[in-house]
């Protein structure tokens, strides 16, 4: 095979959306090598803390290499300030620790997903090497092509010429922004070759965590 | 008479212009477009009364599905179907020539074409060929001289067989055929193993997806099963009706009026000879 390189990598899907007072994070849950499936449950969403979850995509020994660390990171965090860290810190943290292996990187796309110190839902969608943005909503991954268009149609605000400047959060309802993913990621499935087997849905609010998941195509 | 523009290939068959081209292009970073392959999981088998043919009916572009259910299985002679495995273009292509030449061949003979004229036609084409013509197929039939089930790989090679398995998902439904096969089936089992093969291919090959297609053949009859199974129903539909209103913004309309740049005068008659 022409391309050894990628048949270790495990593409898959990851999407997040952020609300008003939630946030919605997702994966499906299989893990592939070339054309043949490793494993059909294997959870690619991380806590990293009470209210930050990262969902990475890509070469799933950097990833996980990646969450070992940031975990450290935090647990120390922890000691020295005497409570968890914020999203956006999170986020910040996540993107120092990307671009300071620049000239040999994490072969990790990530998307990072929470509630800020207000309760107001936060996502942040990031590269390789660390550059990141805080966004409404994000897809990364074998099926972001498929993906992010669809979600751009459905959540993207008006052209800035013409309003002033928005939120960076999407004006749906926890329960239409579940729905949306689960539409999203069946119809990734139906034209994505390493889209499959499971959905797993991570829903941040108010209340707490709450874990969701749905069949997808295995074929 | 001017030179032609293009220079069409004296006889047909490929041409091999654009090699230097390629080869430089590719080696300064720009890669090819992705063909359209079936990465696919196609089966035959023989039973008691003739020949069962399987095939999954995905299509791929890369790593992106562009046909869910195509036709894997083509027809070759009233007797005779082929399964294809690798570049659509190309198992399309061979299967429908090869499929005219047998035609002319049982006008010219008056006879009900066999299995070994289409192998050796597909055979002497692809190896002339050397191998860049990518199809890898399934051959099965039933003629005067019994059932036949043969395979034939790019190059030209081929294979007679009891059971045959191809294309990305060949391994996974070979495991079935080599734990369950057994001489002297009856239609209904040999049915039940091409689809638990094909199935095998579907689910555990990620080339491989969507439905069943089958086709039975027995001396003087065929049944061609189209989607016999179709295991992949969507999983997820929403009761709420996506609607796409929103559209590209219109920020500024202006209409710039084109004047015109020939002057049209009548003169009486002009077209007259």
């Known amino acids: 095979m022409e391309d050894e390189q990628t048949t270790f990598l495990t593409l898959l899907s990851v999407v997040a959306i952020a609300g008003a007072d939630y946030c919605v994070v997702a994966a499906d849950t299989r893990m592939s090598t070339g054309y043949s499936i490793l494993t059909r449950g294997y959870s690619k969403i991380c806590k990293l803390a009470d209210k930050s979850f990262m969902a990475s995509s890509g070469f799933q020994a950097d990833v996980k290499a990646l969450q070992k660390h940031l975990s450290a990171k935090h647990l120390i965090y922890q000691h020295q300030h005497n409570k968890q860290m914020s999203c956006p810190a999170m986020a910040q943290l996540l993107s120092n620790t990307l671009y300071y292996k620049r000239f040999f990187p994490y072969y990790a796309f990530n998307v990072l997903g929470g509630l800020d110190n207000e309760g107001k839902g936060c996502v942040f969608t990031y590269d390789a090497v660390g550059s990141y943005e805080r966004v409404g909503y994000s897809a990364q991954g074998s099926g972001s092509t498929l993906i992010m268009p669809f979600l751009d149609n459905q959540l993207k605000s008006p052209s800035p010429l013409l309003l002033p400047a928005v939120d960076a959060v999407t004006p749906l309802s926890e329960g239409e922004a579940i729905d949306l993913v689960k539409t999203v990621f069946a119809s990734a499935t139906e034209r994505d070759i390493y889209t499959g087997d499971r959905l797993e849905i991570v829903v941040l609010n108010a209340d707490g965590t709450r874990y969701e998941y749905m069949e997808l195509r295995k074929d | ?273």
Do not use: W
């Open chain 2, 1 to 273: 008479m001017g030179k032609a523009v293009i220079d069409v290939p004296p006889k047909g068959g490929f041409s091999f212009d654009l090699y230097k081209r390629n080869a430089m292009l590719s080696k300064d970073g720009v890669q090819l477009p992705p063909f359209t392959k079936t990465g696919t999981t196609i089966v035959g088998l023989i039973f008691q009364d003739g020949v069962i043919l399987g095939a999954d009916t995905r299509a791929t572009s890369g790593s992106i599905v562009c046909d869910k259910n195509c036709e894997k299985i083509h027809y070759m002679a009233p007797n005779i179907y082929c399964c294809g495995a690798g570049t659509a273009a190309d198992t399309e292509a061979v299967t429908d020539m090869v499929s005219s030449q047998l035609q002319l061949h049982r006008y010219h003979t008056g006879r009900e074409s066999r299995v070994v004229t289409a192998l050796t036609y597909l055979k002497r084409h692809l190896f002339s060929y050397q191998g860049h013509v990518s199809a890898a197929l399934v051959l099965g039939g039933v003629d005067f001289t019994g059932p036949h089930l043969h395979t034939i790989y790019p190059h030209g090679s081929t294979d007679t067989l009891p059971y045959a398995t191809m294309g990305s998902g060949s391994l996974a439904a070979m495991a079935i055929f080599e734990s369950k096969y057994k001489e002297g089936l009856t239609r209904d089992e040999g049915v039940q193993l091409v689809t638990e093969a094909i199935c095998s291919g579907i689910f555990n090959d990620l080339g491989s997806g969507s439905n069943v297609d089958i086709c039975v053949i027995t001396k003087g009859n065929k049944e061609f099963l189209r989607n016999h199974l179709q295991p992949n129903p969507r999983t997820y539909v929403s009761p709420k009706e996506y609607s796409f209103t929103k559209k590209t913004e219109v920020l500024l309309t202006k209409i710039t009026p084109l004047k015109e740049k020939v002057k049209v005068t009548e003169v009486g008659d002009a077209m007259e000879e």
